[in-house]
């Protein structure tokens, strides 16, 4: 006899309790607790025990006697994945309402299927003349995708049961129900447990399920955070929906890095990749640099990168001066600052003070700190740092410059695209002499600014 059970759900966290509570006392958001009804089946005791029989075994003999990592067909994709889609995972994409995920999972979907995998894409927002729309569009065209238009998951594994494809694709998680719960479709119980429901298929069916998140106006995924536990990769589309590059970013990854970036632009016909991102960050880079104008060479996993940080400096107008910046960790900015004036005694406490990465690149590396330190102080001293030179450091509290990883692959890059000279620190490593680069190594911050400013910049 099955048992029912009313509880109150917050939307935001999943946090439970009892009886209604106006405000969530694991998260602080106020009237987002909803009641829902969970109906638990109470097991007889003459109901007999399944018990999971399968052998143990050492990991020494286990064998890999197949590939388990099928290539998206999308070089940017497959880095930030770790090599492709693995066979048995579960992978949740999130995004921004109208950033391209579904435009991205359907050129994959394309993709794949032309290397002759079998596809099941399952659109529970859509139907599927829309979904054809989209393709026509997208030029994906394959006898091996499947389109489902169903919101029901019980009905999805029964289509599953029939055509045993190799990977599932439902778009998107919070449309889909189960008929186990009675609460609607988006809510902290049907997303959790329709989600449970796809890990167990991924796991003990070897298929791989790509599964499309919703993001909060906060930037979390819609529903409990705990759903980030549950599936192998969570990935995450960023950019602004008015301009065309796309960032594909990698937020929890068993099966590789967590550090690498996809880069993309999007095109009348889809997203097209970028693999040379540091070019499509400073293609509109002017000839000649402006004060408080630095490029930075910073680290995106297995590559460099090389963009431009913008400094703006001025007299304020407020009993206490703004500090406002964009692709930069707030308190880093505010470290710099105070760096500046203890450190090099620049009178900042009387300015605001403005700092943006350009392309909308998150950089949260130190390495970018001696860029910053140098883009806010020629924007202050009105100078101009040359636009061939790139800037490579970590700075201490002291004032000195730290050394950073990987320096000579942000040498090279910045070499490859015709930058002539990198200030770089004085405690790393010896560098190469292949490189056709002025190479200056400098020890602290005051170093770092008269280089800058001296005779012939």
């Known amino acids: 006899m099955a048992k029912v059970k009313t509880k109150w759900v917050c939307q935001n966290c999943g946090y439970e309790t009892p009886k209604y509570i106006g405000k969530c006392p694991d998260c602080g958001n106020w009237g987002t607790l909803v009641e829902e009804i ?6 007889s005791h003459s109901q007999s ?61 394309g993709n794949v299927c032309a290397s002759g995998k079998k596809l099941l894409y399952v659109c529970a927002e859509e139907s599927g003349s829309q979904v054809k729309l989209r393709a026509q569009r997208l030029n994906v065209n394959s006898d091996k995708l499947f389109v489902y238009s169903q919101t029901n998951i019980e009905a999805v594994l029964n289509q599953l049961e029939t055509l045993n494809p190799e990977i599932l694709v439902i778009d998107s998680i919070q449309s889909v129900y189960t008929s186990n719960i009675t609460s609607t479709a988006g809510s902290v119980s049907q997303i959790r447990e329709c989600t449970n429901i796809l890990m167990d298929v991924a796991k003990n069916k070897g298929i791989t399920v790509v599964v499309i998140g919703h993001v909060t106006k906060d930037g979390n995924i819609a529903g409990p955070k705990v759903l980030e536990h549950m599936v192998d990769t969570v990935i995450y589309f960023e950019g602004d929906k008015y301009k065309s590059q796309r960032l594909l970013r990698s937020m929890k ?49 297995t590559r460099a990168l090389l963009v431009e940080v913008q400094a703006l400096v001025g007299k304020t107008s407020y009993p206490s001066p703004r500090r406002v910046s964009t692709g930069l960790e707030y308190n880093r900015l505010l470290q710099i600052i105070a760096v500046l004036e203890k450190r090099i005694g620049l009178q900042l406490s009387s300015h605001d003070v403005y700092v943006n990465v350009i392309g909308g690149i998150e950089i949260d590396e130190p390495a970018a700190d001696l860029g910053i330190a140098l883009a ?17 450091g ?22 490859k695209l015709g930058f002539k000279k990198a200030i770089v620190p004085k405690l790393n490593k010896k560098i190469s002499d292949n490189f056709d680069i002025d190479i200056v190594e400098v020890a602290r911050l005051i170093d770092a600014i008269k280089v800058c400013v001296s005779k012939g910049n």
């Open 253 to 301: 990854n068993r099966f590789g890095s967590t550090n690498e970036i996809g880069v993309f632009n999007m095109v009348e016909s889809g997203l097209e990749e970028v693999t040379n991102p540091s070019e499509l960050f400073m293609k509109e880079r002017t000839e000649s640099a402006m004060p408080g104008s630095v490029i930075i060479a910073a680290n995106e996993g």
């Open 49 to 109: 025990v399944v018990i999971d029989d399968s052998p143990v075994c050492l990991i020494n003999e286990i064998e890999i006697t197949e590939s388990i990592k099928n290539s998206t067909g999308f070089e940017e994709l497959d880095r930030v994945l770790g090599g492709g889609l693995v066979k048995g995972s579960l992978v949740l994409l999130a995004g921004d309402p109208g950033i391209g995920k579904s435009t991205l999972v359907l050129q994959t979907a």
């Open 38 to 43: 969970e109906v638990k089946a109470v097991p």
């Open 394 to 415: 970590e700075i201490s509290l002291s004032g000195e410059i730290r050394n950073v990883s990987d320096i000579e692959k942000r040498i090279y890059e910045a070499q």
């Open 376 to 392: 806010i102080a020629t924007c202050f001293r009105d100078v101009v740092v040359p636009s061939d030179c790139v800037i490579i």
